[in-house]
């Protein structure tokens, strides 16, 4: 599959590169909202880790939830421009990507003793994202809509978990090892994603500024345990805004 991205992403390069009326740079940035959507066993399994938290500790409450987590994207793209309204873009991005499992403790224990707990895990993987994207303009305005396939090899990522209170006050943070192996490896080496965007283009001094509102759902599984036990998947889903400055370079 990667060699085949690669190919593939060599071909368009060349080809747009042949037959484009105008090619610009430029330096990309933005923030990210990132969270993964989860199949029902993995709900159920956190679900079950609070009951048999409560069912053991009486008159003590776990309440745990899944929170989007801020991330960040960063790099540069290549914009070919086949005509006035169509172009297409490849470059390379840093691609942050986070979610939060958040833990909240609360109550009487069976010592009389009021708790008030919380703490949580945190997973941060990072990718290096080749996208293709098509961009096309709408009218005369500056609005783009951009969109196509993004291609992420994962760098590396940690989760880390905390809890203060209940006579706790623990951190500890492990790296995420990258791998297919079902049983040692937690993130898969490969990422396969859908960018779709909505773009503003703006003229600040001789260049323009191109700011995009964009999700990007992945259809590939992030969790090598996934093949093993089909039915325990979880997958990135990001929202965020891009930021472009371009430069003209033909």
Same mark, same amino acid.
């Given at each position: 599959?990667?060699?085949?991205?690669?190919?593939?992403?060599?071909?368009?390069?060349?080809?747009?590169?042949?037959?484009?009326? &105008?090619?610009?740079?430029?330096?990309?940035?933005?923030?990210?909202?990132? #969270?993964?959507?989860?199949?029902?066993?993995?709900?159920?399994?956190? *679900?079950? #880790?609070?009951?048999?938290?409560?069912?053991?500790?009486?008159?003590?409450?776990?309440?745990?939830?899944?929170?989007?987590?801020?991330?960040?994207?960063? =790099?540069?793209?290549?914009?070919?421009?086949?005509?006035?309204?169509l172009?297409?873009?490849?470059?390379?991005?840093? /691609?942050l990507? &986070?979610?939060?499992? #958040?833990?909240?403790? *609360?109550?009487?224990?069976?010592?009389?003793?009021?708790?008030?707990?919380?703490g949580?895990?945190?997973?941060r993987?990072?990718?290096?994202?080749?996208?293709?994207?098509i961009?096309?303009?709408?009218?005369?305005?500056?609005?783009k809509?951009?969109?196509?396939?993004?291609?992420?090899?994962?760098? =590396?990522?940690?989760v880390?978990? *905390?809890? &203060?209170?209940?006579?706790?006050?623990?951190?500890?943070? #492990?790296?995420?090892?990258? =791998? *297919?192996d079902?049983?040692?490896?937690?993130?898969?080496?490969?990422d396969?994603?859908?960018?779709?965007?909505? =773009?503003?283009?703006?003229?600040?001094?001789?260049?323009?500024?191109?700011?995009?509102?964009?999700? &990007?759902?992945?259809?590939?599984?992030?969790?090598?345990?996934?093949?093993?036990?089909?039915?325990?998947?979880?997958? /990135?889903?990001?929202?965020?805004?891009?930021?472009?400055y371009?430069?003209?370079?033909?």
């Open positions: 599959m990667k060699t085949i991205s690669a190919s593939l992403l060599v071909f368009l390069a060349i080809s747009a590169g042949c037959f484009a009326q &105008q090619i610009r740079i430029a330096p990309v940035l933005g923030p990210n909202a990132s #969270t993964t959507l989860k199949s029902s066993y993995v709900k159920d399994e956190m *679900k079950e #880790t609070g009951d048999d938290f409560e069912a053991v500790n009486p008159g003590l409450d776990w309440v745990g939830r899944y929170v989007p987590s801020l991330g960040f994207l960063v =790099g540069g793209l290549a914009d070919y421009s086949l005509n006035e309204t172009s297409f873009q490849s470059g390379v991005l840093l /691609h990507r &986070q979610e939060n499992y #958040t833990i909240k403790i *609360k109550g009487t224990d069976m010592y009389g003793d009021r708790v008030n707990a919380k949580g895990f945190n997973y993987i990072s990718y290096l994202e080749i996208p293709l994207w961009r096309y303009a709408i009218g005369n305005n500056g609005l809509l951009i969109g196509g396939p993004s291609f992420g090899f994962a760098l =590396g990522g940690k880390t978990a *905390k809890l &203060q209170g209940y006579g706790q006050d623990v951190k500890e943070s #492990t790296k995420l090892a990258v =791998g *297919k079902a049983f040692g490896s937690s993130v898969k080496p490969f396969f994603g859908l960018n779709l965007g909505v =773009g503003k283009e703006f003229q600040i001094g001789n260049n323009p500024l191109e700011l995009t509102v964009f999700v &990007q759902p992945s259809f590939s599984k992030w969790n090598p345990s996934s093949a093993i036990s089909p039915d325990y998947w979880q997958r /990135h889903f990001s929202t965020g805004i891009r930021a472009a371009y430069f003209t370079i033909r």
